[in-house]
């Protein structure tokens, strides 16, 4: 073959076609391969702002979720520091209340709005779907913890303004009051996510709703733990609400330092309950 030969490409007689030899640039030369992501590729952290995103969206929108995280909070301190029937022992009402419906904020969105909306989640097949999906699923529950944070900073808002248009005065380090509220939210998300993951979720309904009523109730938000009866008074100071309830009181209201016993007793229900939730939680 002389080198003005063409070699063909069999029997067609056709020219056959060179082999790739990769992109080139308009000069020629071969052009450097692009290792950056494609624009479809998200990092973790833009799958963690994403979900945050959408977890808040999605809890703002639920009536019910503003409903427990905002309008009960704040018409429960309304009208119980309007009414002079709480036996406060000669202080402010506002001054006991604002500790407490504090508690109960975290308690209505981590436990109570958390437990329902999860619980109603795996019941349709939206956590299966989550898993089968790229997004990992420490990045799902990151996303729903940071979006459970958000809802409470909101709250926390509210509350504390409101407060203050009720002439109420705090005392103490903030934050002690802000490792409470941590410790707190990490134990109530712990038994939302125990709650949800093994019952169904019309059971997580009613169940969750219940134990929001009993806890408001003996967890020393409303009625102070001394006026109950001496057994329900035992078991009350071992609930979180009454532990996070006292603890917040006793640094707003009494201006102590950090309420190492209350702390105690938040920090082994969230170690128990996050335990028994990854040992039980279901995703379908």
């Known amino acids: 073959m002389t080198d003005t030969e063409v070699p063909t490409g069999g029997r067609s007689g056709k020219p056959a076609k ?6 080139r640039s308009a000069v020629g030369t071969r052009a450097p391969l692009d290792l950056r992501p494609s624009p479809g590729a998200a990092s973790r952290w833009d799958m963690l ?9 999605l809890t703002l929108r639920r009536g019910e979720s503003v409903l427990l995280t905002l309008v009960i909070p ?56 989550f898993g089968a999906s790229p997004l990992p699923r420490s990045v799902l529950l990151a996303g729903k913890t940071l979006a459970v944070v958000a809802v409470e900073i909101i709250q ?12 109420w005065h705090p005392h103490g380090r903030p934050w002690w009051v802000a490792l409470l509220l941590l410790v707190a939210t990490v134990a109530f998300c712990g038994l939302g996510l125990l709650m949800a993951g093994i019952l169904r979720a019309e059971a997580t309904l009613a169940a969750a709703n219940g134990v929001y009523l009993l806890l408001l109730l003996v967890g020393g ?22 532990a996070a309830s006292d603890g917040l009181r006793a640094v707003l209201r009494d201006g102590a330092g950090l309420p190492v016993g209350d702390l105690v007793v938040l920090c082994a229900w969230a170690a128990g309950s996050l335990a028994l939730a990854a040992r039980t939680f279901r995703w379908e």
């Open 74 to 129: 704040v018409g429960l301190l309304l009208f119980f520091s309007a009414v002079d029937v709480l036996p406060t022992d000669g202080a402010r009402s506002v001054d006991f209340l604002v500790p407490g419906i504090l508690a109960l904020a975290v308690m209505s969105t981590a436990f109570t709005g958390q437990a329902i909306a999860t619980g109603f989640e795996r019941s349709y097949g939206v956590l299966r779907r």
């Open 49 to 57: 702002r994403a979900q945050t995103l959408i977890e808040l969206k």
């Open 18 to 23: 060179p082999a790739a030899a990769g992109p």
């Open 156 to 167: 926390v808002a509210v509350l504390v303004a409101v407060g203050f248009a009720l002439g």
């Open 221 to 242: 938000v409303i009625v102070p733990l001394s006026e109950l009866p001496g057994w329900l008074e035992a078991v009350g100071r071992a609930l979180p609400t009454a």
